[in-house]
């Protein structure tokens, strides 16, 4: 088939950019994995200082929901808590 047949598609249709229902969900699922893993940066910058005592009260409203699935799903919070643990430990 050659790119000039009316039947076959040119690469071009196929790509990502021209789905935005794929790049809403790519983008719904980078969001959800991003979220728990922002946990375990944060939690080191704040056992180094890089993140001022005062902000904690805006770090337990944002980290919150975690929290609460952690306390609900022992799954969730062994394989969070590890990974925050790993992250709190290193130097």
Known sequence: MSDSDPISPSRS????????????AA????MLL???LS????IWMFHR???????MGILMVVYG????????VPLLDATLGEYI???RDLP
Request: with cysteine.
């Open 13 to 24: 249709q196929f790509a990502v950019w021209h789905r935005p229902d794929l790049l809403l």
């Open 27 to 30: 983008g719904g699922m980078l």
């Open 34 to 36: 991003s979220y728990p």
């Open 39 to 42: 946990a375990g940066p944060v």
């Open 49 to 55: 200082s890089y993140i001022p005592p005062w902000s």
């Open 65 to 72: 929901p975690l929290e609460y699935g952690c306390d609900q």
């Open 85 to 87: 643990r790993w992250w």
